[in-house]
């Protein structure tokens, strides 16, 4: 009884210490009783044996049972209290099971109904009346003599503390003898056991003892989990308009929303979050691992392996499945094939966010996990504190490191997870520093030390890990202080082997084992449910104060924008950008509104500016300058026909390109400059249309249309009628007179200005232009002697005008500097001549006709089959346009806005200025205060419930 006794009052003190730490000093109180029943090797002489060995007897196992009864009720009450709440707060919502109970006027009409019973029943059982005396007056005399005897014990135990004497425990505890003859049996009776064996028999009785409760208790929770997965997953069943997201979605949600807004963490964002610190290599990942029940992190053997802020946000479910925040794809735990997988998709999403040279990350990895009996809670996992910087990090990595540990740690809300590795020197820690500085009273910290298997076998001293956990050695203050094993080091383990490996070894370690280390501190397990109490705890403090907070701030930037912008709309750039892409859809639109003469009128003219040059450099010119018609016309075919075979339908190609993009950009400069338009759009409407105009190309077998209808078009020397001939005259006086004003306009560079101008506008000429202007009267003269002079001078004549430009200029002049000049002369003077035939071949087609005019009106048939050509041409591009490139381009855009549309640091550049970036944070700040509310809403409905 007394094994039984001791060991249930010592299984309520763990259970106590356990789920109910602020009962500490009561529970001590109840230990220090206890120590009461401790036996001594002492014996107490008493002079009346019979009486007083009946009376010690009965007076030691009533003291005993009233302070079990005492103790166990206190310890159990409270256990039980704390468990039931526990087990309230993790179940799901039944209000669904409403609608199968019945209506509480029928509950209240049954309960009615069975206290009227019981009453009825009591009545009708009566209490013999002298049985109910004696018993009354036999309980009077226990009760009196009880307390009577209990007095005395306990001034017996105030005067042995006192005297620091130990007799009281001896008198209650040993059997009491009469006398001390040789005669009494009694007084020979061997001494107890040895107090060493007696303490390690207790102790082991109350260790299983602790053991069965464990075994009760995982037990329980397991059928718990099983009937949580059952319930969820009839909610998850029901209709959708029942399914709501949980508590802890919710909050991450609103996490992730302040995350974008406000990564400094400056003066908004102070909502609680699990951040995990310590040393690199010191478990921080194992012991995250242990608390998500899955493996979920990459490894290396002493490699930093964690490079950037990992945010883990745990929630119950039915299936252990995990998932990325911008991720459909659910990863199921329970697969190693989608484990790792899982790991390696980390590992990948780490080493992208470390760009430019950088060892380390500010990019927040954002996952979930969900499984049955996780703890609610978010976790942030950073790298581990380095102390020297390798050659393959950058150099300011340790900085980095230590920059953005403080920064997730200054949050005044955020609770620290300070990981301390076991296995090696205390003074060897460097993240303790830390969090010290950061949280010196220790209100927000949590110690966890790992690896306790290793430090175990280390250590000479136990009492060093006794120390670290109650706080006494290292300079930081913590909230609470645990003892974890996360495994033994081999990267295969499951969680559950590791699980199943620590218990064991809590079971047999001998720290554990001599009470150095309180139950309550050991395991993951604990350590999960001590921390999801406190996050809980300070969002349940926090929330509606950071709610209140944005709404202020929601109200000032209302304020501000109805002061500077009264007349417009709260758009931010996602609306903005959906404007503009409205915009720029309209204007294809308006695009596929041009008429076919206005495409025909377009890409003619572009067509012919872009070969015009080769017209007259390559062709005409070389023909007319023959001297010849029938050398004429031979040269003009054969230069025709290797024009289209060769650089003509490419050239067509590209002038229907090139007047496709300007009609498109005069559609978007129009809508620029309109009344209505909106300024913040140009910069994104031009960068739209710029990458469109880059990215768009006309199909390849376009080349290929274009050379058949252009080689029969240049084929054809024939002019049909009237109308033909006089729309090519008209074609060729207007080429010879433009090539004319450009011919002339070279000579005045040349030949300086004219007489005019020097006497109205006081031009002079320099020296090279007096010497080209000599130049020229000789030149002049000798066309003016042979005007069907042929384009190349002839060595006689260039020593001519040598000669007489020495005798009037008195320098010598170089054949180049002749020659120069020479060539724009001859051409004008071609131009002139040309242009005076294609006067006198208006009236001809009718000599054309009957062959008369043949000769003389060459070029006026070369024009018209060119401008035929160029007919047919315009037409077949506008064809391709109208029905292929149009809506290729149009699709090109598309493409390109839904491109723009997905980049935000696209949409960041392109869509900038006080307002833009006054609606943006407007409908950040009410979006995430929306969030909080709802959140808030739905924390103090669970609260209620």
């Known amino acids: 009884m007394l094994r039984r006794g001791t060991a249930s009052l010592g299984c309520a003190y763990e259970t106590v210490k356990k789920y109910q730490p602020q009962q500490r000093g009561i529970t001590m109180l109840m230990l220090n009783k206890s120590r009461l029943l401790v036996p001594t090797t002492q ?3 008493v002079p009346q044996r019979g009486a007083a060995m009946f009376i010690g007897r009965l007076l030691r196992g009533a003291l005993k049972i009233r302070y079990l009864v005492l103790g166990g009720a206190l310890g159990g009450g409270m256990t039980l209290q704390k468990s039931y709440e526990q087990w309230k707060e993790n179940l799901p919502d039944m209000k669904w099971l409403e609608q199968y109970m019945p209506p509480p006027d029928k509950i209240d009409a049954f309960r009615e109904k069975m206290i009227k019973f019981s009453s009825d029943f009591k009545d009708s059982f009566e209490v013999n009346p002298k049985l109910k005396q004696l018993g009354e007056a036999k309980y009077q005399n226990f009760r009196d003599w009880f307390d009577k005897r209990l007095d005395e014990a306990i001034e017996a135990t105030e005067r042995a503390e006192v005297e620091g004497e130990n007799s009281f425990s001896d008198t209650f505890l040993r059997i009491p003898v009469a006398n001390n003859s040789p005669g009494n049996p009694a007084a020979s009776s061997a001494p107890s056991e040895n107090l060493t064996t007696r303490l390690e028999r207790l102790q082991d009785e109350l260790m299983q003892n602790q053991l069965k409760y464990q075994k009760q208790v995982d037990r329980l929770e397991k059928e718990n989990r099983e ?14 308009k029942k399914v709501k ?44 691992e242990m608390i998500a029940q899955a493996r979920i992190f990459p490894r290396g053997a002493g490699e930093m392996m964690t490079r950037s802020p990992v945010k883990v946000t745990l929630s119950e479910g039915p299936y252990h499945v995990a998932q990325f925040k911008d991720n459909s794809r659910e990863f199921d735990l329970t697969k190693e094939q989608d484990l790792a997988d899982l790991r390696r998709e980390v590992e990948i999403r780490m080493k992208n966010s470390v760009r430019g040279g950088h060892t380390v990350s500010n990019e927040v990895i954002s996952m979930s996990v969900k499984g049955p009996g996780l703890q609610r809670m978010v976790l942030v996992d950073l790298p581990g504190i380095i102390s020297t910087v390798t050659q393959d990090m950058e150099r300011h990595t340790k900085d980095a490191i230590k920059t ?91 969680i559950q082997t590791i699980k199943e490996y620590e218990e064991q070894f809590f079971r047999k370690s001998k720290i554990f084992k001599d009470g150095r280390i309180m139950s309550a501190q050991v395991t993951t397990r604990n350590l999960s449910m001590a921390v999801s109490e406190c996050f809980w705890k300070m969002v349940r403090e926090t929330v509606e104060q950071q709610a209140d907070s944005f709404k202020a701030t929601r109200f000032n930037l209302e304020t501000e924008w109805k002061n500077n912008f009264p007349r417009q709309r709260e758009l931010d750039r996602d609306e903005l950008f959906e404007k503009a892409r409205g915009e720029i859809l309209d204007e294809m639109v308006n695009l596929s509104q041009v008429s076919a003469k206005q495409w025909e009128e377009l890409f003619m003219q572009r067509l012919w500016d872009k070969v015009s040059g080769h017209v007259f450099e390559n062709i005409y010119l070389p023909a007319g300058q023959s001297g010849n018609s029938g050398q004429f016309n031979t040269l003009v075919d054969i230069k025709l026909r290797e024009w289209a075979d060769q650089k003509l339908p490419s050239g067509s190609v590209e002038a229907g390109w090139e007047g496709l993009h300007k009609e498109l950009q005069t559609f978007m400069r129009k809508s620029s400059t309109a009344k209505d338009n909106d300024e913040v759009l140009n910069t994104l409407k031009q960068a739209v249309l710029h990458e469109t105009l880059k990215k768009h190309v006309w199909e390849d077998k376009a080349a290929d249309m274009l050379r058949v209808i252009q080689l029969n078009a240049l ?97 010598d002049v170089s054949e180049n500097i002749i020659q120069e000049t020479w060539d724009p002369i001859y051409r004008r003077h071609f131009m002139r001549s040309s242009l005076q035939r294609a006067f006198s071949c208006r009236k001809g087609y009718f000599l054309y006709q009957q062959g008369l005019a043949a000769d003389e009106c060459n070029d006026v048939v070369l024009f018209w089959r060119i401008q035929q050509m160029l007919k047919v041409t315009s037409k077949a591009l506008r064809q391709q346009v109208v029905n292929r490139e149009a809506r290729r381009l149009d699709k090109e855009i598309k493409e390109v806005l839904e491109d723009f549309g997905q980049d935000r640091d696209m949409k960041e550049n392109l869509l900038t200025g006080r307002r833009v970036l006054l609606a943006e944070k407007l409908k950040r700040v009410r979006h995430i205060q929306e969030k909080l509310e709802e959140f808030v809403q739905a924390l103090n409905k669970e609260k209620s419930n």
């Open 227 to 240: 009937l949580r997965r059952q319930l969820l997953l009839r909610k998850t069943g029901a209709p959708p």
């Open 404 to 494: 953005m540990s403080e920064l997730y740690m200054s949050n005044p809300n955020a609770i620290i997870l300070c990981i301390q590795d076991g296995s090696v020197d205390a003074e060897r820690s460097n993240v303790t520093d830390i969090v010290s500085q950061v949280d010196p009273q220790g209100r927000r910290t949590i110690f966890v030390l790992t690896k306790v298997d290793m430090a175990e076998e280390n250590l000479t001293n136990p009492d060093r890990i006794q120390k670290i956990l109650s706080g006494r050695l290292f300079p930081m203050k913590a909230l609470g202080y645990f003892a974890v094993v996360t495994g033994r080091g081999r990267k295969d383990d499951s």
């Open 715 to 811: 084929e054809d020397r024939a002019v049909h009628d009237k109308q033909h001939w006089d729309s090519a005259v008209k074609f060729l006086e207007n080429c010879l007179k433009e090539r004319l004003h450009e011919t002339e306009e070279r000579l005045r560079e040349l030949l300086g200005p004219s007489t005019k101008e020097k006497w109205l506008y006081w031009k002079y000429a320099t020296p090279d232009q007096t010497l080209r202007n000599a130049i020229r009267n000789e030149l002049d003269k000798i066309l003016y002697k042979d005007p069907n002079h042929l384009p190349l001078l002839k060595a006689d004549e260039v020593t001519t005008i040598k000669g007489n430009l020495q005798n009037s200029v008195e320098q």
């Open 43 to 45: 014996y107490v002489q």
């Open 245 to 288: 997201k949980s508590l802890i979605d919710m909050y991450s949600e609103v996490l992730d929303e302040l995350a974008e807004f406000d990564s400094s963490y400056n003066t908004q964002d102070h909502l609680p979050r699990v951040v995990v610190v310590g040393d690199q290599s010191s478990g921080k990942t194992s012991v995250l």
